[in-house]
């Protein structure tokens, strides 16, 4: 029997797109192209750095095939209230692009308060966007996120995206009194969530945790333990996505 090639679009297998940074990220990841190939079409992508590379990598795929679902996957750091260690899994119930606004005499403004949006007007044909937050960049979660996180044993909550990686305490408490409950940072997963809404597709960030953030400690990073619990976040979803 003809086994079928997971890289080609399939209308019997829903398609899910895995936006990854790097190469390394990736090649944990691309085996479960074939694992779940019987039943899904995962693709798994390489953005390259940061939220501008990672949408427009995700736009451009997006506009190829159409996708079931899209997910922002990677390693990460943990901000100290979440509770979460190297090796352990965030699941996004929220994908924040945490550095979009304008300080103020020490003051940080979000778009909603400088009266600025992420998104194009609506159209008459749009209708107006149901959620008032996305305009300030905090995109939603794939309805799914909760069953996902159950099935990996995460950690769900917001999860933040930035384009410079936070390296003091100082800092990681003043974005943690910002955005209460955020367990962790990275730098593409508000780029693929950005591009997955205006593309109509759900979209999931899964971070496995190898280093809380603050100072940046080399020695005390655990990228083999985060690398295979960011693969494990990837495979509930997929799993999730066939219940």
């Known amino acids: 029997m003809t086994r079928p090639n997971p890289t080609l679009p399939d209308p019997h297998r829903p398609a899910v797109l895995i936006v990854v940074a790097t190469s390394g990220e990736a090649a944990h990841l691309t085996p479960l192209t074939g694992a779940f190939g019987e039943r899904l079409r995962v693709q798994v992508m390489v953005s390259g750095v940061g939220p501008v590379a990672a949408a427009l990598a995700t736009q451009r795929a997006l506009l190829t095939a159409p996708y079931a679902l899209a997910i922002s996957a990677g390693i990460g750091g943990a901000y100290p209230a979440s509770g979460l260690k190297p090796g352990d899994l965030a699941v996004s119930s929220r994908i924040?692009?945490?550095?979009?606004?304008?300080?103020?005499?020490?003051?940080?403004?979000?778009?909603?308060?400088?009266?600025?949006?992420?998104?194009?007007?609506?159209?008459?044909?749009?209708?107006?966007?149901?959620?008032?937050?996305?305009?300030?960049?905090?995109?939603?979660?794939?309805?799914?996120?909760?069953?996902?996180?159950?099935?990996?044993?995460?950690?769900?909550?917001?999860?933040?995206?930035?384009?410079?990686?936070?390296?003091?305490?100082?800092?990681?408490?003043?974005?943690?009194?910002?955005?209460?409950?955020?367990?962790?940072?990275?730098?593409?997963?508000?780029?693929?969530?950005?591009?997955?809404?205006?593309?109509?597709?759900?979209?999931?960030?899964?971070?496995?945790?190898?280093?809380?953030?603050?100072?940046?400690?080399?020695?005390?990073?655990?990228?083999?333990?985060?690398?295979?619990?960011?693969r494990r976040g990837v495979e509930a979803a997929l799993l999730t996505l066939l219940d």
Do not use: K, Y
Request: no cysteine; aromatic share 4%.
């Open 96 to 230: 924040i692009q945490a550095d979009l606004g304008a300080w103020d005499d020490g003051q940080f403004l979000e778009f909603t308060a400088l009266g600025l949006s992420v998104l194009p007007p609506a159209t008459e044909e749009d209708g107006p966007h149901a959620d008032p937050a996305v305009t300030a960049g905090h995109f939603p979660a794939w309805e799914r996120a909760a069953q996902v996180a159950a099935r990996a044993g995460a950690q769900l909550g917001p999860l933040l995206t930035l384009g410079s990686v936070t390296g003091d305490h100082r800092a990681a408490r003043h974005l943690e009194a910002r955005h209460p409950g955020a367990l962790t940072e990275g730098m593409e997963g508000a780029g693929v969530a950005h591009a997955a809404l205006l593309a109509a597709v759900p979209s999931l960030e899964v971070r496995g945790v190898s280093n809380p953030v603050g100072p940046r400690d080399r020695a005390a990073w655990r990228i083999p333990q985060a690398l295979a619990a960011t």
